[in-house]
């Protein structure tokens, strides 16, 4: 018999090795294509655990239905903690968890009626930045990146009737991480995206990808993966078409094309079908719309016709929810770009909730979608490679049969070193491998010296991406004159930001900081010399709302950037709205 030192815990600082090994990333995500799912959103137990107690006192393994048998008392207390709403952000929950970042466990029960032969997937919309998963005191797997959906296979654990689950959701701001500790938006932590559990058949459809035919307009082609290595058949049908094509597959992955005369999806016309894909007793359906994005010389194509990009860049960000939204808070979004007369929206600066894209679709507004590569990140760390590859994965598998999303962002301003260029060129190489089907960008440098637009990762890129605040941080805005005028970049440039702070209500003259007329001045500005350059492609201006940001606490911001059209209250139109759809009218 072996003889346990009670008091082991207190020395293992190696407490954290065991759920930090294997991550689970792209590779093991299941499409949930439309099937159905038992929601585990609503009330959870949250649990706060500054110093990982959790992990070394091993919580999860503690027989919580009885704890009247435990022999020695451990510092958490089941059925005792407090009561919040899965998804949310933990700093809104409670006054003094506004500024808090470390661990806090969430519990809950549920009921589970598990058919034999079937899989069990936990499905986890995003968990801000990393979670450890415990089904019944046991360990199911862990996932790192804030804002992508991971799949945990819960077959093994899962039991008929009462089950109980525990997450731990850590967001200490690391330089190693992805972001790293400096960023210019706010740390929320928390299940700040829904939590279902899905049954699958054994051999299940793991993903799939549908678009046109690389060659042709009236054709479509369809991959399809299973959950595993064998030979099998599916089928692809498109109903309005009288569309049903046989999908041969040969060790767990098969692709076909077949003639489909297709309505071309478009901002104007966002036509959608309904597509659905069968293999043996497994199914998934999706709306679909179909569509072409490319670029010729410095032409943006959609469809094959130059399309100019009018938008702006949003954060996910609510006064009330954080992080958390719903389909109300897009629609409004979606609203207030078609009301400046705009066709896109940048999702800064991480993947956004995926009802975005799928709203986006049915809106018909183009959309770049990102991974927060954001600033300093540790180049030259292999870990923290994996660690954003694995995000961009994440997102490319998660929004890839959206027709909105044309754009991966893979970095926004990262200072020029040899590290930096391996790095991004290497997540750019990917997104083309993941998904040849659409653009990548990043917002790029600009050569000081010569003030030309100059990095080498446009080399890697389809569009590139600039941000400037000439007229705000670099205060003469006949510098973009001279910058515009000094670059030559051979491919399409979009301005991916640019803005100046505005407070609601702040009125004054043009040259006030702060004030709603020095914002709306800046875009008049901005926009009589960007329409002399027909090499811009369109721009994403910095940004629809107003958002919470610590860094930024002068008597104007008190936390929170104020470069928004809309003020945070999401409604409060400032003059620059105006003045944006007046000048952008006529581009
Ligand atoms: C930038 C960043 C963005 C900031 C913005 C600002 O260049 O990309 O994340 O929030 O400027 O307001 O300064």
Redesign the pocket.
């Known amino acids: 018999m072996t003889v346990e030192d009670p008091f082991a815990h207190l020395h293992d600082e190696d407490y954290a090795a065991a759920f930090s090994r294997d991550w689970a990333g792209a590779g093991s995500l299941v499409d949930p294509g439309g099937r159905p799912v038992q929601s585990l959103d609503g009330e959870w137990e949250m649990t706060l655990d500054p110093f990982d107690e959790g992990l070394r006192q091993r919580w999860y393994a503690l027989d919580e239905a009885h704890p009247e048998n435990w022999t020695v008392p451990r510092d958490y207390d089941p059925g005792g903690a407090d009561i919040v709403p899965v998804p949310s952000c933990w700093n809104l929950l409670r006054p003094e968890l506004k500024y808090y970042e470390g661990a806090v466990w969430y519990v809950r029960s549920f009921d589970a009626a598990p058919a034999p032969g079937m899989r069990q997937l936990l499905q986890f919309g995003a968990a801000n930045y990393a979670a450890r998963v415990f089904l019944n005191g046991r360990f199911l797997g862990a996932h790192r990146g804030g804002s992508t959906p991971f799949t945990l296979d819960a077959t093994h654990a899962l039991v008929a009737g009462k089950n109980r689950l525990m997450v731990h959701v850590e967001n200490r701001r690391r330089d190693d991480r992805v972001p790293m500790s400096h960023f ?2 706010f740390n929320y932590g928390g299940l700040h995206r829904g939590v279902g559990l899905m049954q699958v058949p054994a051999l299940h459809i793991r993903s799939f990808a549908i678009h046109l035919a690389a060659d042709r307009d009236d054709a479509v082609e369809v991959r399809v993966a299973l959950s595993a290595s064998v030979d099998a058949g599916a089928r692809l049908r498109i109903p309005e078409l009288g569309l049903d094509l046989a999908v041969a597959i040969v060790d767990g992955v098969g692709t076909a094309r077949c003639a489909a005369p297709v309505a071309l999806w478009s901002p104007e016309r966002p036509r959608l079908y309904d597509v659905e894909i069968a293999c043996g007793r497994d199914r998934v359906r999706e709306r679909i719309g179909f569509r072409r994005i490319a670029t010729r010389g410095t032409e943006i194509l959609l469809n094959g016709t130059p399309v100019r990009l009018k938008g702006a860049c949003v954060h996910e960000d609510d006064v009330a929810r954080g992080r958390c939204t719903d389909a109300a808070d897009i629609a409004r979004r979606l609203a207030d770009i078609k009301a400046l007369g705009g066709n896109f929206l940048r999702l ?2 991480y993947p956004h909730d995926p009802l975005v894209a799928r709203m986006a679709d049915e809106a018909g507004v183009l959309l770049w979608a990102e991974i927060p590569v954001y600033w300093a990140i540790d180049f030259a760390n292999p870990d923290t490679y994996a660690d954003a590859e694995n995000q961009l994965l994440e997102l490319v598998a998660r929004d890839r049969n959206r027709a909105s999303a044309i754009l991966w962002g893979v970095g ?2 990262n200072a020029d070193t040899d590290a930096r260029y391996r790095f991004m060129a290497a997540l750019a190489d990917a997104a083309k491998r993941a998904d040849p089907t659409r653009l990548v960008s990043a ?1 790029c440098l600009v050569n000081r010296e010569k003030f030309r637009i100059e990095d080498r990762l446009a080399a890697k890129l389809d569009v590139i991406g600039l ?1 400037e ?1 000439f007229g705000w941080y670099e205060p003469d805005p006949n510098d973009l004159l001279r910058l515009l005028a000094n670059s030559d970049p051979g491919k399409p440039l979009l301005i991916s ?1 640019t ?1 100046a702070d505005a407070v609601a209500g702040l009125h004054g003259a043009e040259t006030l900081l702060f004030g709603e007329e020095r914002q709306a001045a800046f875009y008049r500005n901005q926009l009589d010399i960007l329409r002399q350059f027909p090499y811009v492609q369109g721009m994403a201006v ?1 940004l629809l709302y107003d958002f919470r ?1 610590e860094r930024r606490q002068t008597r104007f911001q008190r936390g929170w ?1 104020r ?1 928004g059209l809309v003020a945070e209250d999401k409604t409060t139109r400032k003059a620059a709205f105006a003045a944006l759809r007046a000048a952008w009218a006529n581009w």
């Open positions: 210019d938006w800064s600066h926004n301003e917002a941000n605040y930001e803005g910095w940001s950037n470069k």
